[in-house]
């Protein structure tokens, strides 16, 4: 029986690039031949020697991929921009507004009013004050309707509290207004018992010592429901942001003249000065239908506003 050829030398794994190789003259011949790296090769020969075969069967490998540099992002023009540092106060507003959109459960109503009989009282009242130079506006018909409101409709005047709704036997009324470092809302106290012209004062004096950056603390911070009145701008609606922990707040848009049926009219049809406000909620305080109630009693009270006087 003849005997078993032995079996070939197991491949040798490759040396470090430009190491000592060891290879015959026709292995090396044939790899200078090709460009190849000597050193780079597997020899299957005794003691993995490299021979012609292995550089014949030699197969480079793949370079990996070359992983493209994530692009820059451009640079601005020179002059293109302003940055504006931001003040303490616009601090707090941006901390506070994010606060109120990512954990109060907004909704939102609409109603259109009918302004014309405030409009027309406001001028009759304001002939009356004219020899204490006061001047009734809109707003301060607007602030009393929303107060009265509150009482009649006490759950629009809550906070959350997280473990309790508190809901307040006063109406503390925040109205917002613009100032030159942001959004400041101060608050006319017992607004429910004041009458128009001490509602006027108040929010003369509040408005004009918040622009002048000179409020007391309490004078700001805590109310129980706001007003906030873009009507002046042209703006014919809007919805505001809940100012924490109140549970409501009314955005006043434009009075604009608009055409409405009516009944007594000859061609049925009559127009009229309508005002669009929104009422937004906090779904953990108020139900649809109570902030529904809400805005009817606001309602009532402007398009019948000697009913404030009951």
């Known amino acids: 029986v003849a005997a078993m ?162 809901q307040y036997n006063k109406v503390d009324m925040s109205v917002a207004v613009s100032t030159d470092s942001g959004l400041i809302t101060p608050i006319v106290f017992n607004a429910h018992h004041k009458g128009l012209a001490a509602i006027n004062s108040d929010v003369a004096s509040l408005a004009a010592r918040a622009r002048e950056g000179k409020l007391q603390l309490h004078e700001f911070q805590g109310g129980t429901f706001t007003v906030s009145n873009l009507g002046m701008f042209g703006v014919k609606n809007f919805s505001a942001v809940i100012n924490p922990p109140q549970a409501c707040i009314l955005a006043i848009g434009g009075a604009v003249k608009t055409v409405i049926p009516d009944q007594d009219a000859e061609n049925g049809l009559s127009v009229a000065t309508m005002m669009s406000v929104t009422l937004s909620c906090d779904h953990r305080v108020v139900d649809g239908a109570v902030g529904a109630q809400w805005l009817q009693e606001f309602k009532l009270y402007l398009e019948k506003p000697e009913t404030m006087l009951l």
């Open 5 to 166: 050829p032995p079996p070939p030398s197991p491949a040798a794994p490759p040396p470090t690039p430009g190491a000592r190789v060891f290879a015959s003259p026709l292995a090396k011949k044939l790899a200078a031949d090709k460009g190849i790296d000597i050193s780079m090769v597997s020899g299957t020969g005794p003691g993995g020697r490299i021979r012609a075969q292995d550089i014949e069967a030699y197969t480079p490998a793949a370079p990996a991929p070359a992983v493209a540099p994530a692009p820059a992002a451009p640079a601005a023009p020179v002059g293109t921009y302003v940055d504006i540092p931001l003040s303490n106060v616009r601090k707090v507003i941006a901390s506070r507004l994010l606060q109120s959109k990512t954990t109060i459960p907004h909704y939102y109503l609409s109603v259109d009013v009918n302004m014309d009989s405030v409009i027309q009282l406001r001028k009759d009242l304001n002939v009356v004050l004219e020899k204490d130079e006061v001047k009734l506006s809109v707003n301060d018909f607007i602030i009393k309707a929303a107060a009265l409101s509150c009482l009649k409709v006490p759950e629009c005047n809550s906070s959350w509290m997280d473990s309790v709704i508190r």
